[in-house]
């Protein structure tokens, strides 16, 4: 006989035999996670590379040279040899879904906002789009829609231009923006000055539902830098930590049955550092860029006109000396560890451990003393002082950015130090030049300092000579006047005093460096010494470091590191 069964029960039965089947699902063991089979090297021209990768069809784009001079590059996605990309711009932010045309500007400095660009491929003629600013920008899959970051903002417009309207607004500095498969949700890094380290968000296109992605890891690494696979299942990024960087995976959630979002699953973990990853159309392989940093520093010989080794066998920068000349203190790279030793790298004192990272020391006038940019992971950059016997470094400053380059006073009772436009959004409100009394422990402000930053101390202590925060020129303050006036007209890194107080000593960025100074007296004018053209220098902790050595000619780290593109083979189930 057949047994009736009302509506409500079947309905009921029915709900029941899903939730089995889900909860079975769910317990079901997974299968095993992603992992890297095989490893290709596809360049091999030893330049130093930036990110991003983008790749059209059977071509991979990349820039090569050093901030402030990006050259394209192009390479087979099989390997082979690099070739340059003829283009006005310096910088390539996306590539469209028809491989056809890719998001492009010329970046005028770290962090700038500059007009965005569609340039086409593989040749023609590029063209505004529409009145766009910005630092960073992407497609939507469709190509129908622009993403780009401006200042803090991200802001969605139309793919011509047009329609721009604010979607979200963050603490920090985003970049490196991602749409998924569906066109519903964006990911991007997100820079925080605060903490100097980066973290991976997600919003919705549409603004709302802004958060961390990965939330019980912000603190303990710095993430960047993530690319979903062609069919939404992973996302790929990298991650800072241990002071080495390597690719993760994230096995994301799809259809009814499927789990939560996984655990990121780590891909590679060394001896290289690997960052940047970008699937392959396929799916098969994941592109990356990698690294593995090291240095030689070098003098440059006025007489034979050549660069020679320097403290040989030690790869380091931020050299500073001892006012004898005897001793010298500088920071290892990349640990980012500070030493201090004898001239000929005898009697080594290792006077920072990790994880602090330390960065621009200097040597106090009695020699006893060395103070230095320290960074905790989590903090900000702050100023610390060491004993040159090893004792525990203490903290000297406390404000709430980031504060760096310290410089002694002639008595060794003060030090100048600013602030870092480059980590602070570049603001000028984030920049002036402090001094702080070490015996009575207090801050004060050098008057009408507002805007500037790398206070240099004068060795007799009559002047501090800093730089502009549109780093167009060099301004001297004189203590007896109280007042500040123009020194030289010159973007100028790694500016430092000769030893006799009668020059500064500096280095010119862009694509054609140069060593050059400019006197304090007399007409002011720059003397080139050498060109620094041909030479490959190393991007350390804040670009290219250069010094001078006790007899004031050029000290230079020579980049020696190995830094190539490679393809990841990986099995992802």
Not at 171 to 198: C, H, M, V
Not at 220 to 235: E, I, L, M, R, V
Request: contains cysteine.
């Amino acid at each position: 006989m057949a047994v009736w069964r009302s509506p409500t029960a079947m309905a009921i039965t029915v709900l029941v035999l899903v939730g089995i089947a889900a909860l079975a699902m769910w317990l079901w063991p997974s299968p095993a996670g992603p992992r890297v089979i095989e490893t290709t090297q596809l360049t091999n021209d030893g330049r130093t590379k930036f990110p991003p990768l983008l790749a059209e069809g059977p071509r991979l784009y990349f820039r090569e040279g050093s901030l402030g001079n990006f050259v394209l590059y192009q390479v087979s996605s099989v390997g082979g040899d690099t070739v340059q990309v003829p283009s006005q711009f310096n910088s390539m932010m996306d590539i469209s879904a028809s491989r056809s045309e890719f998001l492009a500007k010329t970046a005028t400095g770290p962090q700038t906002d500059d007009p965005i660009w569609i340039v086409p491929l593989p040749a023609g003629a590029p063209r505004r789009l529409g009145n766009l600013i910005g630092h960073d920008a992407s497609w939507s899959r469709d190509g129908e829609k622009i993403v780009f970051a401006n200042g803090h903002e991200l802001y969605l417009a139309s793919n011509d231009g047009s329609n721009s309207h604010k979607i979200a607004v963050v603490e920090g500095w985003p970049y490196w923006i991602r749409w998924s498969l569906d066109g519903k949700r964006l990911r991007f890094s997100q820079a925080d000055p605060k903490t100097n380290l980066s973290s991976l968000w997600e919003v919705s296109v549409d603004g709302s539902d802004l958060h961390l992605l990965l939330p019980h890891w912000s603190g303990q690494s710095s993430d960047c830098c993530g690319n979903w696979t062609p069919d939404g299942k992973y996302f790929v990024f990298e991650s800072g930590r241990g002071g080495r960087q390597d690719i993760w995976a994230i096995r994301e959630s799809a259809g009814l049955f499927a789990r939560r979002r996984s655990e990121p699953m780590r891909l590679t973990a060394g001896p290289i550092n690997f960052s940047a990853p970008l699937p392959s159309q396929d799916g098969t392989r994941i592109l990356v860029d990698g690294w593995k940093a090291r240095g030689e520093v070098q003098r440059y010989d006025a007489k034979s006109k050549q660069f020679v080794p320097y403290l040989p066998g030690i790869s380091a920068e931020g050299l500073s000396f001892s006012r004898d000349g005897q001793q010298v203190a500088y920071v290892t790279t990349p640990e980012d560890i500070l030493w201090r030793s004898k001239l000929d790298g005898s009697d080594r004192v290792q006077l920072t451990l990790a994880p602090v990272r330390a960065a621009m020391p200097r040597w106090s006038p009695d020699g006893k003393r060395i103070a230095f940019m320290g960074l905790v992971p989590g903090k900000t950059w702050k100023i610390y002082v060491v004993s040159t016997e090893g004792a525990s470094p203490q903290q000297s400053t406390s404000g709430a950015g980031n504060e760096g380059d310290p410089s002694w006073s002639s008595d060794g009772n003060l030090l100048a130090f600013g602030g870092e436009p480059d980590l602070e959004g570049r603001t000028p409100a984030s920049t002036a030049i402090h001094v702080l009394d070490l015996k009575a422990n207090q801050v004060s402000t050098v008057p009408g300092s507002e805007g500037l930053y790398s206070p240099r101390w004068s060795p007799d202590g009559r002047y501090i000579v800093a730089q502009s925060f549109d780093s167009t020129k060099l301004l001297l303050y004189d203590f007896t006047t109280r007042k500040w006036q123009g020194f030289a007209q010159v973007n100028a890194a790694y500016f430092n005093w000769s030893h006799d107080g009668r020059y500064i000593y500096l280095t010119t960025p862009g694509t054609d460096p140069v060593f050059a100074r400019v006197g304090l007296l007399g007409d002011r004018r720059m003397e080139v010494l050498a060109t620094l053209k041909h030479i490959r220098l190393f991007n350390g902790t804040f670009g290219t470091w250069t010094g001078i050595a006790p007899d004031d000619s050029l000290l230079i780290l020579r980049d020696t590191s190995s830094d190539e593109i490679y393809a990841l083979e990986w099995i992802a189930p």
